[in-house]
């Protein structure tokens, strides 16, 4: 099982992520956690299948459920208990799907998104990339009738998986319904920066009480980094 409970595989976690655009956090953090080998590859998975990957080192990296916040149109900010590990089960679409009969839609990647980023048009970009005819030719956007558009747009999400898990609740302040879509691997990138403050802290104290060497620090067992730790700021184990 691959958690972040390493403090050194955290830090290298933290630091890849940090430098990563938004669009190839996912694939870049389950890279650097030892996840996925090959970032060229991790970059052309669906993001379903990263999202989904992303939920299961979430939960065994930092437990379950993940506290989110949601702010409601009223203005309520509302703490919600989210249960992840369902979302690291559901099934990721990769295959392509039949769209209207005649159009195939694959499940767009963070190659896709990164890309659509950078077009003047994101939309048009990603139908560009993830749709074909029946001849496996690009779809121009401009060319899809209105009833083509929406079963492509029922296609993604059906593919989209873990990538598009929508959370409803209701707001106690106001009483309407929340409807929010749910980034699995920015909650996990969240936790991460969450975390690495503590493991630098710990890092310093150590280095300050005994002049070891930060690579050494984080080579030590947990066990025993925990009591030497508490030996130097004078706390209980
Ligand atoms: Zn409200």
């Known amino acids: 099982m691959t958690t972040l409970d390493d403090p050194g595989r955290l830090l290298a976690v933290w630091e ?15 890279h650097a956690a030892g996840l996925l080998p090959d970032l060229d590859a991790a970059l052309d998975l669906p993001v379903g299948t990263v999202a989904a990957l992303a939920a299961r080192l979430s939960v065994d ?26 979302v690291a089960g ?31 048009d994101p939309l048009g970009t990603l139908l560009a990339r993830c749709v074909r005819d029946a001849d496996g030719r690009p779809v121009a956007p401009g060319e899809l ?9 029922t296609a993604a999400e059906e ?22 879509t749910l980034d699995v691997a920015e909650l996990l990138w969240e936790r991460v920066v969450r975390r690495a403050p503590a493991v630098l802290a710990e890092v ?15 080579a030590l067992p947990a066990g025993r980094r925990r009591v030497y730790l508490a030996l130097a700021t004078g706390r209980a184990a």
């Open 16 to 30: 890849a992520a940090a430098a990563a655009p938004p669009a190839a956090r996912g694939p870049v953090l389950l």
């Open 61 to 86: 990296s930092f437990g379950d459920p993940v506290d989110a916040v949601l702010t409601c149109g009223c203005g309520e900010v509302l703490d919600v208990a989210l249960p992840l590990d369902p």
């Open 90 to 120: 559901l099934p990721a679409g990769d295959a392509g799907a039949v769209a209207g009969g005649t159009l195939r839609v694959r499940a767009p990647t963070a190659r896709d998104l990164l890309a659509a980023g950078r077009s003047g």
């Open 145 to 153: 009738t209105a009833d083509q558009r929406r079963a492509v747009d």
């Open 159 to 180: 593919l989209a998986g873990a990538a598009a898990v929508v959370l409803r609740t209701r707001c106690p302040g106001c009483g309407d319904g929340v409807v929010a």
């Open 204 to 218: 310093a104290a150590l280095a300050a009480a005994y002049g070891w060497a930060e690579a050494d620090i984080l």
